[in-house]
């Protein structure tokens, strides 16, 4: 083997040694980015939203990010970015817009099939979004009140009593409901009578033997009564 052939062993052997460890020093920062990655809410964010994108990318660990931003939007916090990854004939697709939604961990990239099967939520990645205003809250619903009439009272019934003597002194009107009690035992015997004093004005007071009050059909049945055995009798509606 000539000189030539051993510098040039020696040479592809440095170059080899020089690859893989920079192939191991790569990975070395990437594994340090990842554990920084997981220090901040932001960075686990993040980290949420590539695990997001992993049933959706052909082949997720080969997948580039750049550009990852958090955005609040009017469906809560989502992030936004730039992903590209490689196809099943092993080649980078190039750059494609993507956004996860952290509230139901939704994940969409623009033109995926997953995209076009479901809602569209990549314009809050849009240059210019602005969040949409919370909704008001609706009014609460209007109270209705029915008004129940009242029954009307029962109307007052009328009493009557039946007048079986009209004195000037209240002993004389006692006196002759006395007499007249024990003359119709039948008609007055069962009851006992209010003497009554009423002032005439000129004509003067009177004592009155009144029986009741009754209803007015039994006022004047009872009254009929007495006339009936031979007494006197006046029907009067009580004040």
């Known amino acids: 083997m000539g000189a030539a ?3 040039s062993g020696i040479a592809i052997g440095v170059a080899a040694t020089l690859a893989v460890q ?21 960075g686990r964010l993040f980290n949420q939203a590539k695990a997001a994108l992993e049933p959706i990318l052909f082949d997720p660990y080969s997948a580039k990010y750049q550009g990852l ?16 990854a490689k196809n099943r004939m092993g080649a980078y697709v190039g750059n494609s817009k993507f956004v996860y939604l952290a509230t139901g961990g939704l994940a969409e990239v623009e033109g ?20 949409s205003p919370p909704r008001p809250p609706a009014p609460p619903p209007a109270v209705t009140t029915t008004t129940i009439p009242m029954p009307a009272p029962p109307p007052v019934p009328q009493a009557y009593v039946v007048q079986v003597a009209s004195q000037r002194t209240e002993a004389d009107a006692r006196a002759s409901w006395d007499a007249a009690r024990k003359r119709f ?18 004509q003067g007071v009177y004592y009155r033997a009144q029986v009741g009050p009754f209803s007015k059909s039994d006022a ?13 009798c006046v029907v009067a509606q009580t004040p």
């Open 112 to 131: 995926s099939e997953t995209e076009k099967r479901t809602t569209v939520f990549l314009h809050v990645c849009n240059p210019g979004y602005v969040k």
């Open 5 to 7: 052939q051993v510098f």
């Open 69 to 84: 931003r958090s955005v609040d939007t009017e469906y809560g916090t989502a992030v936004c970015g730039i992903v590209n």
């Open 185 to 202: 035992p039948l008609v007055l015997g069962a009851f006992n009578a209010t003497i009554a004093r009423t002032d005439r004005g000129q």
């Open 22 to 42: 920079a192939a191991l020093d790569r990975g070395a920062v990437q594994y340090v980015d990842d554990l920084l990655s997981f220090a901040t809410p932001e």
């Open 220 to 232: 004047d049945s009872m009254c009929e009564a007495l006339r009936n055995q031979g007494g006197d």
